[in-house]
């Protein structure tokens, strides 16, 4: 069975993820109070509504069917992210993921039930400052606040020894999570007696201050 995601807000993000979370094969409703919008994306979704969801009967409505998950994309208008994700809430919506655009509002749409706050704008510029500041960082993904995931190119000083011997969740709290070769090979969750090789792609995850203190080794 598919999953089943309600996308609430469909300014660029919110058409962007419901784009492409049904590109990817998720059930997705959207809907925004401009008929408009969501007229631009009833081609694309598998239904696009046009609702007040400050009107908490509009969401029961919507819940009637349940959904995995719920993302409200509205953080230009703190009073309609705030009763929507009440609302949701109300409604036993498992997840609800809430938009901000800053510490204060988070820490409201927390209070108010949000599972999750996030920023598009403040989380792309973390990666982005990532591989700015580290040429040898491929990629990074904030996965909460202070924690994240790193691909990046095993340092000389890692090559030619195993994970047990480098010891890396004992002197530096982080986990490999795979291995890349050179050659393509993937080895997911390796083992403790694999060797990196020169060329080799590491995935780690740990804190932000942990991760930066290894690549700085």
Not at 46 to 62: G, H, K, N, Q
Not at 102 to 130: K, N
Not at 138 to 153: H, K, L, R
């Amino acid at each position: 069975m598919n999953k089943r995601c309600l996308v609430i807000g469909l300014g660029e993000f919110g058409r962007t993820l419901a784009m492409e979370l049904a590109r990817l094969d998720v059930e997705v409703v959207a809907v925004d109070i401009s008929d408009k919008r969501a007229q631009e994306l009833r081609d694309h979704v598998s239904s696009a509504l046009a609702t007040d969801v400050r009107d908490p009967e509009a969401i029961a409505e919507l819940c009637s069917n349940r959904f995995d998950l719920a993302v409200v994309a509205m953080a230009g208008s703190l009073e309609a992210s705030i009763l929507a994700t009440m609302h949701l809430k109300q409604q036993h919506v498992d997840e609800v993921w809430a938009e901000a655009n800053d510490a204060s509002r988070a820490e409201v749409l927390r209070r108010v039930g949000a599972d999750r706050v996030f920023s598009p704008e403040r989380d792309y510029a973390r990666r982005f400052a990532q591989r700015v500041a580290r040429q040898d960082l491929a990629e990074f993904i904030p996965i909460a606040d202070g924690y994240g995931v790193v691909e990046m190119a095993a340092p000389d000083w890692m090559t030619g020894k195993t994970l047990i011997q480098l010891e890396l969740r004992q002197t530096h709290n982080v986990a490999v999570v795979s291995i890349r070769s050179a050659g393509g090979e993937v080895t997911v969750v390796p083992a403790a007696g694999k060797e990196i090789l020169e060329g080799d792609i590491l995935v780690l995850v740990g804190s932000d201050e942990d991760l930066a203190h290894l690549r700085e080794k």
